[in-house]
């Protein structure tokens, strides 16, 4: 089942990897409402999150008290958001064109619910509607890969192009923008073998294999799962959400 709109989103299916659509961490959330209030001292910091797709990101920040405007590019996932998410103000738009005043958002959040980038972007006009010390945010949920068991799993792909560029999937510092420094944050997911390997089964690069090269695979997969379970079946998987974040100068 996915998570409830009014709960924070509306569920979307996880791209290449065994990661369901879980909510953000709670400390995650946290530090951006910080990093959102940066030098205001006000309570509704202005937030926009820039192609909104489930809901999920938007609605945690709505509920931490900030002010937002969630942007989708797809008019029917805009509709959405709107009918689950009546607190906040959405728009169909690219992120080429913003429908916002110039110097107007605390922080220009770009949340990824799955494995895609935004397909139209342009960092300026990230930086005409933030203010002068303003938050350019990314974040994302991720597999904790200190994990040695998480090492097995990833290098069951280690010939995947599509796994091989995961740790560049943050996109390019633009111009007119600090360092960016980044945090994570534990963010654990109860969940269980089947579930995992359904996940793993439709990513791009597993549902495009020959089937005997899928079946070798997905066995493989399936023995290190198993090895993992407690003793009530449930597979812990040791997620943490990610931030890399940047000021407007």
Known sequence: MGVSATAGGFSSAAGNSIRQTPFFARAAVGRLAELARFGEGQ?????????????????????????????DSRFAMAQELRRCLPQVAVCSATALAIPLR?????????GFADDSLPTQFDPAEAHRVLRTGGAWVQVWNELDESVPWVQEWLA???DSPT???????????????????????????????????????????????PVATQTALLRKANELLVSQVDAQAVLQLPLQTSLSYSRAI
Do not use: H, Y
């Not at 110039?102 to 770009?110: L, R």
């Open 156 to 158: 069951l792909l280690a």
């Open 102 to 110: 110039s110097s107007s958002i605390d922080m220009f959040c770009v």
């Open 163 to 209: 796994v091989a560029e995961r740790s560049s999937r943050v996109l390019n510092q633009p111009e007119g923008f600090s360092d960016p420094a980044e945090e994570s944050f534990a963010n654990p997911l109860r969940s269980s073998v089947e579930d995992a390997i359904e996940k793993f089964r439709g990513g791009a690069e597993v549902s495009v294999m």
């Open 43 to 71: 309570k509704a910091a202005r937030v926009l999150n820039v192609e909104a797709g489930s809901g999920i990101l938007t609605g945690q920040l709505a509920r931490a008290g900030l002010r937002c405007w969630a942007l």
